[in-house]
Each structure stands twice: as structure tokens, then as C-alpha cells.
């Protein structure tokens, strides 16, 4: 009978063996979880529905306080022309205070035309001072022709009371200087009455007086033509509303253009211009029944 041999394993190689088989890698896996974001409730602001003002609606109708300011805003300018053709009368002098009117004439469209321009792109109805005329005329590009169913002192009176504050004090103090007094004269009534010609520009021909059709004709005061390019996109030239003589140099030289960016640069305010026009300044076709009658 054969006897299978014993193997004897040396106590180091025993040792050596184990040790090798205790050393384990431990590998823990740790999957980072992820915080669910919080939801808001979603809410949903409807837009208000903006109608068009009525016939009868009392933001067209003149006040008495309206009435007032243009009284005292016609007296100041008739001062200024009285002391004008008086003192042209004392010290025989003619041209130069025909010239000064002419000059006042030319200043009052300019005028017109920057401060229209202000107002079509610049600030909102909360701007101080100068917010309720950005709103107004905000609300002449939604609807244009609202301008020709206000009544005369409504359309006038803001810059009647204007006109009083400035050209009365020049009235007390430069009384007795003909040539100052003619610009003063010619220049305060055609920006007090701009309004009016700018309500003429969106009048139909039948119905306007045949002294007012002549004039625009013959370029003496705005034209509905020149104007209603104003109206039309892009909406940014012929801001012009005495005579609009200045119109096609300031839109033909970017006048307006260079000075948007001026601004643009110096305090990174877009002119509204520069966007693409919402429902808030394109015009309305939809007239309410009071004004289509």
C-alpha cells in the first residue's frame, strides 16, 4: 500500500499567504443627491384693455383753468409784438425787429423739433416734470386723430402756461428793445400755438379753413403730408411741428440719430426708437363709434 507523501507547509509561507488575502479594497460608492428646485405658483397678470378715448370724455374738453392759461399766455405775446412795433414806431427802425421775428419764427420749429423729439423717446408718465406731455403724446401715436377732437384751450394750455412764465419777465424787463421783443413775440406764439398747427397737419382739407390750407401749402405752416410721415414707420424723423422747414435738414443730416447716441453712450438709454414699436406706440386703426361719427 502506498502512502500519498504529506506536504508540510513552512509556517512563514502559511503566514505570507493569509496576509495576502487579508488585504482588501474597499471601494464606497456616494451618488449625490439632488435638492428638487422650488416651484413659485405661476401667476398671470392679464393686460388691461386700453379703449379709446370717447367724444364726450373729459380729458378733450377745455376747463376754465385751461381758458385762463391761454388768455394769459396770448396777453404775454401780444405784449411782446406791441412793445416790438411801438418801439420800432419810436425809433424808426423796421428790419432788424422783421429780421428778429423772422429769426423767432425759424426757432420756434427747431424748438418744436428737439423738444419732440425729447418727449417721443425718452422717459414716461412718471418722469417729473415733463410726464403727463410724454404721456399725451404716447397716447397721440396710439391714436392720432384724438388731437383733432380736443377743444382748443385743452390743446394749448400746457404750453400757455409755459409761455406765461417765461415771456412775462421778459416783457417787464427788455420792454423797451424792439429787436428782442420781435423775437420774443414771434418765437413764444408759434411754439404756444404749435399744438394748434399740429392738430391742423391731421385735419382733412374739406374741413379745414381755407386760410389754414393756404398756409400749409405754401410751407408757412406744417404740412398733413410732411406730418403723417411721422406717424408711419420708423417713427423717428419730421418731429418739426410750427412750419417743418427743419425737417428734411435734421432727417437728411441724422441730427436726431447722432444725438440718441450721444445719450446712448454717455448714460446707456435707448431711445424708443431703436425698438421695434409695440401696441403701446403703433397707431390703433379701431376708432370708437363717438369718434367715427
Known amino acids: ?72 399766455g396770448c396777453t404775454t405775446v401780444i405784449a411782446s409784438l406791441a412793445a416790438s412795433l411801438i418801439g420800432s414806431i419810436d425809433s424808426h427802425i423796421w428790419l432788424e425787429p422783421i429780421l428778429s421775428g423772422f429769426v423767432g419764427y425759424l426757432f420756434a420749429d427747431l424748438g418744436s423739433g428737439v423738444y419732440h423729439w425729447g418727449i417721443d423717446n425718452y422717459g414716461d408718465a412718471s418722469t417729473p416734470v415733463f410726464g403727463s406731455q410724454i404721456d399725451a403724446f404716447q397716447g397721440h401715436h396710439k391714436w392720432p386723430w384724438t388731437i383733432i377732437k380736443r377743444q382748443f384751450a385743452n390743446n394749448l394750455h400746457a404750453l400757455a ?32 400755438f404749435s399744438q394748434q398747427f399740429h392738430a391742423w397737419a391731421h385735419g382733412t382739407k374739406s374741413k379745414l379753413p381755407p386760410l389754414v390750407v393756404a398756409l400749409q401749402d405754401g410751407g408757412v405752416l406744417v404740412s398733413r403730408s410732411q406730418h403723417s410721415a411721422h406717424h408711419r414707420p420708423p417713427y423717428n424723423n419730421n418731429y418739426c411741428i410750427v412750419s417743418g422747414v427743419w425737417n428734411r435738414f435734421l432727417d437728411e443730416n441724422k441730427v436726431f440719430e447722432a444725438l440718441e447716441m450721444v445719450v446712448f453712450f454717455k448714460s446707456g438709454r435707448r431711445p424708443r426708437s431703436w425698438s421695434e414699436p409695440n401696441s403701446d406706440w403703433t397707431e390703433s386703426t379701431v376708432e370708437s363709434p363717438a369718434m367715427a361719427d
Open 161 to 192: 402756461r409755459v409761455t406765461t412764465y417765461t415771456v412775462l419777465p421778459i416783457d417787464l424787463i427788455w420792454h423797451d428793445q424792439p429787436v428782442a421783443m420781435g423775437f420774443v413775440g414771434v418765437a413764444s406764439g408759434c411754439i404756444m
Open 1 to 72: 500500500m502506498s502512502i500519498l507523501p504529506n506536504h508540510h507547509h513552512h509556517p512563514a509561507a502559511i503566514g505570507r499567504h493569509y496576509r495576502r488575502r487579508s488585504h482588501r479594497v474597499y471601494a464606497a460608492a456616494t451618488t449625490p443627491t439632488k435638492t428638487r428646485p422650488k416651484l413659485e405658483k405661476l401667476t398671470i397678470n392679464p393686460t388691461p384693455l386700453i379703449t379709446p378715448p370717447k367724444l364726450d370724455d373729459p380729458s378733450l374738453k377745455s376747463t376754465w383753468s385751461h381758458r385762463a392759461w391761454v388768455a394769459t
